[in-house]
């Protein structure tokens, strides 16, 4: 059932269809040697290809092809064996060619299928139109100067894909759950660091609403999103927007929008062209993209374990939750994180570790799990001393944050400030005794029937021995006692 939106004369629904553009990690630009890293001086990163001086020819970048295809079969789809680049004419102060080099009719990458988690616990299957190799184009830069702009071309020839979607969404949330699957991948497989803020992924967001059953109504497209929170904010928006239009008797025009974040608006960037308005036509200077099954064959076998897989292994394998698997896979870093603390160890006891006290540490640090501080192998450490009854769960957390803090290992830290638990049964009757001793009233209220009161006697006994007791031991010796 898809969600509804409310308006002043009835329900409405949105439809959404995405075109991800992607910058494909390849070593250089799509058709020249120039590098693509982000964070040069201006036009320090810039070929005569990329300034399209006269009688420079394009030379195809091998590794963007072999990317592209990696990217499409991870997304399940059809590779086109053969494939044309085309040139896209329009006019940009930032695009020195006059035209994009782009894949109009044929492109690398056919119909594929990515599937979302829904905020429910379900699925749904989003499917991909296309994916297509292009170049990007440099940027203008109007904020320097009263009266002139600049030009910046280091992003001018980057290689990009396009991976362009059908109109499946029908929210929000299912837009942005599509977006970060498909970056999920990406990075799996190595094709794009998937970093919005840095612009080598951003969407280009198409919305339209109807009235549940209708034909489709007429789109407008919201260029440039570069993050999650945007898409989610401009998609809402625009609906919003169109429905208002309509529900006062007007039409919606096609056209081309901007995402104004400060006013949480979208507005008019130009009337949308018509794909004839790009006079596209086959690139004389590159030769068709003949591929052979074989080499698509080969990049298919080297794909790493993605996250739908391994989602589905650590379920199977581990007995983790859907949630919990769904968690951990979306990074390949943290997945592999799991992978090396679960072995031989209590699973789901080694995802609430991940989930709770090393997550909630790398956000406050702002770190990535590479950067932690706490290893694989030392939180295994300090989860073998819970298991062993070595140490509390209360006194683990001690311990994490004295690793987090000097890199130590668990056993060093417990060994070194004497946090062994207490295990000797002998030695927790004492203080238990001496706790029941001290308090009779405490004690009545037990014995009188509030078994729930025994959990202050337990918090005592845990204070007299500064967390050392074993928790499962003075839990019996207390009730025993107490006959609670």
Same mark, same amino acid.
């Given at each position: 059932?898809?969600?509804?939106?409310?308006?002043?004369?009835?329900?409405?629904?949105?439809?959404?269809?995405?075109?991800?553009?992607?910058?494909?990690?390849? $070593? @250089?630009?799509?058709?020249? $040697?120039?590098?693509?890293?982000?964070?040069?001086?201006?036009?320090?990163?810039?070929?005569?290809?990329?300034?399209?001086?006269?009688?420079?020819?394009?030379?195809?970048?091998?590794?963007?092809?072999?990317?592209?295809?990696?990217?499409?079969?991870?997304?399940?789809?059809?590779?086109? !064996?053969?494939?044309?680049?085309?040139?896209?004419?329009?006019?940009?102060?930032?695009?020195?060619?006059?035209?994009?080099?782009?894949?109009?009719?044929?492109?690398?990458?056919?119909? $594929?299928?990515?599937?979302?988690? !829904?905020? *429910?616990?379900?699925?749904?299957?989003?499917?991909?139109?296309?994916?297509? %190799?292009?170049?990007?184009?440099?940027?203008?830069?109007?904020?320097?100067?009263?009266?002139?702009?600049?030009?910046?071309?280091?992003?001018?020839?980057?290689? !990009?894909?396009?991976?362009?979607?059908?109109?499946?969404?029908? @929210?929000?949330?299912?837009?942005?759950?599509?977006?970060?699957?498909?970056? @999920?991948?990406?990075?799996?497989?190595?094709?794009?660091?998937?970093?919005?803020?840095?612009?080598?992924?951003?969407?280009?967001?198409?919305?339209?609403?109807?009235?549940?059953?209708?034909? %489709?109504?007429?789109?407008?497209?919201?260029?440039?999103?570069?993050?999650?929170?945007?898409?989610?904010?401009?998609?809402?928006?625009?609906?919003?927007?169109?429905?208002?239009?309509?529900?006062?008797?007007?039409?919606?025009?096609?056209?081309?929008?901007?995402?104004?974040?400060?006013?949480?608006?979208?507005?008019?960037?130009?009337?949308?062209?018509?794909?004839?308005?790009?006079?596209?036509?086959? *690139?004389?200077?590159?030769?068709?993209?003949?591929?052979?099954?074989?080499?698509?064959?080969?990049?298919?076998?080297?794909?790493?374990?993605?996250?739908?897989?391994?989602?589905?292994?650590?379920?199977?394998?581990?007995?983790?939750?859907?949630?919990?698997?769904?968690?951990?896979?979306?990074?390949?870093?943290?997945?592999?994180?799991?992978?090396?603390?679960?072995?031989?160890?209590?699973?789901?006891?080694?995802?609430?570790?991940?989930?709770? #006290?090393?997550?909630?540490?790398?956000?406050?640090?702002?770190?990535?799990?590479?950067?932690?501080?706490?290893?694989?192998?030392?939180?295994?450490?300090?989860?073998?001393?819970? @298991?062993?009854?070595?140490?509390?769960?209360?006194?683990?957390?001690?311990?994490?944050?004295?690793?987090?803090?000097?890199?130590?290992?668990?056993?060093?830290?417990?060994?070194?400030?004497?946090?062994?638990?207490?295990?000797?049964? $002998?030695?927790? #009757?004492?203080?238990?005794?001496?706790?029941? %001793?001290?308090?009779?009233?405490?004690?009545?209220?037990?014995?009188?029937?509030?078994?729930?009161?025994?959990?202050?006697?337990?918090?005592?006994?845990?204070?007299?021995?500064?967390?050392?007791?074993?928790?499962?031991?003075?839990?019996? %010796? !207390?009730?025993?006692?107490?006959?609670?």
């Amino acid at each position: 059932m898809a969600e509804l939106l409310k308006g002043t004369k009835g329900d409405w629904e949105v439809v959404i269809g995405l075109e991800v553009h992607a910058q494909v990690i390849a $070593g @250089s630009k799509l058709f020249s $040697g120039a590098t693509a890293e982000f964070g040069a001086e201006p036009n320090a990163q810039v070929s005569f290809v990329d300034a399209a001086m006269p009688g420079m020819l394009p030379v195809l970048n091998e590794e963007s092809v072999r990317q592209a295809v990696r990217t499409g079969l991870a997304v399940n789809a059809i590779i086109n !064996l053969r494939s044309v680049f085309a040139r896209k004419n329009y006019f940009y102060p930032d695009l020195p060619q006059g035209y994009q080099i782009s894949q109009y009719e044929l492109p690398i990458v056919g119909e $594929g299928a990515v599937e979302i988690d !829904l905020p *429910d616990g379900g699925a749904k299957t989003i499917r991909v139109e296309r994916l297509h %190799l292009e170049q990007d184009a440099g940027k203008s830069i109007h904020d320097l100067h009263p009266t002139k702009s600049y030009i910046d071309l280091n992003r001018s020839g980057v290689t !990009l894909m396009e991976i362009v979607s059908k109109p499946d969404m029908r @929210s929000a949330d299912e837009a942005v759950a599509y977006i970060a699957k498909l970056r @999920s991948i990406l990075r799996y497989i190595d094709a794009c660091d998937g970093n919005m803020q840095n612009g080598s992924m951003r969407a280009d967001v198409n919305v339209s609403v109807r009235n549940p059953g209708d034909k %489709l109504g007429t789109r407008c497209e919201i260029k440039n999103v570069n993050s999650l929170r945007f898409v989610r904010q401009a998609i809402n928006f625009e609906a919003h927007r169109q429905i208002e239009i309509l529900e006062n008797g007007g039409l919606i025009d096609q056209e081309t929008r901007l995402y104004d974040p400060d006013r949480n608006e979208t507005r008019l960037m130009r009337s949308k062209e018509d794909a004839h308005d790009y006079r596209y036509f086959p *690139d004389p200077d590159l030769l068709p993209l003949d591929l052979e099954q074989a080499y698509v064959d080969e990049l298919k076998a080297g794909l790493p374990e993605l996250p739908d897989a391994r989602k589905k292994r650590f379920v199977d394998d581990y007995g983790l939750s859907v949630y919990d698997a769904s968690v951990l896979v979306a990074e390949r870093d943290t997945g592999d994180y799991f992978d090396s603390v679960a072995k031989s160890r209590d699973a789901k006891q080694v995802a609430n570790w991940i989930t709770g #006290e090393l997550f909630g540490h790398l956000k406050k640090d702002g770190l990535s799990i590479k950067k932690s501080p706490v290893s694989a192998e030392k939180l295994g450490g300090l989860i073998d001393l819970i @298991s062993s009854s070595t140490i509390s769960g209360r006194t683990a957390k001690e311990v994490f944050e004295k690793m987090w803090q000097t890199g130590n290992d668990a056993k060093e830290i417990v060994e070194s400030e004497g946090l062994s638990q207490i295990t000797d049964a $002998g030695e927790i #009757e004492i203080i238990v005794n001496k706790v029941i %001793l001290e308090n009779p009233k405490n004690a009545d209220e037990v014995r009188g029937g509030n078994s729930k009161a025994i959990g202050w006697f337990v918090g005592q006994v845990m204070q007299a021995t500064a967390g050392k007791a074993d928790p499962k031991a003075v839990n019996e %010796l !207390l009730r025993d006692k107490l006959k609670a």
